[in-house]
């Protein structure tokens, strides 16, 4: 006679007793568990964001580091400034991360096993990299382009400022450089965003194996703390690998074709121009304010998502099989 260890065990391998595929949390429970995680991070961590802009734009050394900036940012242009594109950047982490986790979730389906139901380190990482892929194009792009204008708007007066809103902003970009413009930077956020997801997406994988035991389908709810150390060290190694591909993206969104030619033609061209007039090191700017936002954000991002996905396991998956 079957035990509930012995069903939970087998859920935790990914084959029930029978041999047969166990159910996997479907993609539409995936995607709102991020959205709620995006939110949250949104709110928490804009100012880190406004900050890391700033220090990326600035070629003139305005700015001698996070804690200088952002000083400087509150007592020129008041708090409220270190929110600026609050709006856009909270709408653009609900829905990357909607997208992210519901494609990535779909894509592991398709790569796992048919007989076992597993999905090997290779797949994951595929999943990871097609997700990161996709949310770079359909929603991270145009969302940031739009997010880094207003960011690096100095001031809090709207009279003065080039644009408005969001919605302004991205009207103006749209008449002055055509729809294209809103998919500027799109091919170095496209390469930041696929390496993110597929080392994030295997790295929380396993830290969650290796640290707590827990296996998707096993009905164990991680607890908060344990979300967000996992959360947290999966989020550290894409800031490292792909900065450069962070400030380049954040060059070529930021610059306007108003007023004369371009001064970044690509990613290729940015790159060789930075290095040769700034250096090597200027390809990681921003860098420590991305680390002291990204693996936070993931650890909000995850303890969020995985306390409804938890739930979800253990409501609908362990107890119906019981």
């Known amino acids: 006679m079957k035990s509930q260890s012995d069903d939970v065990l087998a859920n935790s391998n990914n084959i029930d007793n029978d041999g047969k595929s166990k159910k996997s949390i479907p993609p539409y429970m995936k995607a709102i568990s991020g959205s709620f995680g995006g939110i949250v991070e949104a709110c928490c961590l804009q100012p880190i964001d406004v900050i890391k802009t700033r220090l990326q734009l600035d070629r003139t050394g305005n700015y001698k580091g996070i804690f ?59 999943s990871g990299f097609g997700a990161g892929v996709l949310e770079a194009l359909v929603i991270v792009t145009p969302f940031e382009v739009v997010k880094i204008r207003l960011q690096q708007q100095k001031g809090l007066s709207t009279d003065l400022l080039k644009y408005k809103g969001p919605i302004h902003c991205a009207r103006t970009i749209i008449r002055e450089e055509g729809l294209r413009g809103l998919w500027s930077g799109a091919a170095p956020t496209v390469m930041r965003n696929g390496t993110n997801q597929a080392a994030m997406f295997t790295a929380k994988n396993a830290f969650d194996v290796v640290l707590w035991k827990k296996h998707e389908g096993d009905g164990k709810v991680l607890l908060p703390w344990q979300s967000m150390i996992s959360g947290f060290l999966a989020g550290t190694a894409g800031p490292v690998c792909t900065g450069p591909f962070d400030v380049v993206k954040t060059r070529l969104m930021a610059q306007s074709r108003e007023g004369g030619n371009l001064k970044y033609t690509g990613m290729i061209h940015a790159i ?51």
């Not at 829905?95 to 990535?104: D, F, Q, T, V």
């Not at 007039?277 to 390809?283: H, M, S």
């Not at 990204?294 to 409804?308: E, F, N, S």
């Open 272 to 322: 060789k121009t930075i290095y040769a007039e700034e250096g090597l090191r200027a390809l990681w700017k921003g860098l420590l304010p991305r680390l002291m936002r990204i693996p936070p954000g993931q650890a909000i991002m995850w303890t969020v998502a995985d306390q409804l996905t938890g739930l979800y396991e253990r409501r609908y998956m362990v107890n119906a099989a019981l």
């Open 68 to 126: 200088h900036c952002g000083s400087t940012v509150c007592r020129t242009e008041g708090v409220p400034a270190l929110w600026k594109g609050l709006t856009p950047f909270a709408t653009h982490l609900t829905l990357k991360y909607a997208l992210r986790m519901g494609s990535n979730a779909m894509l592991q389906s398709a790569f796992k096993d048919s007989e076992t139901g597993k999905i090997s380190n290779h797949g994951r990482l595929l």
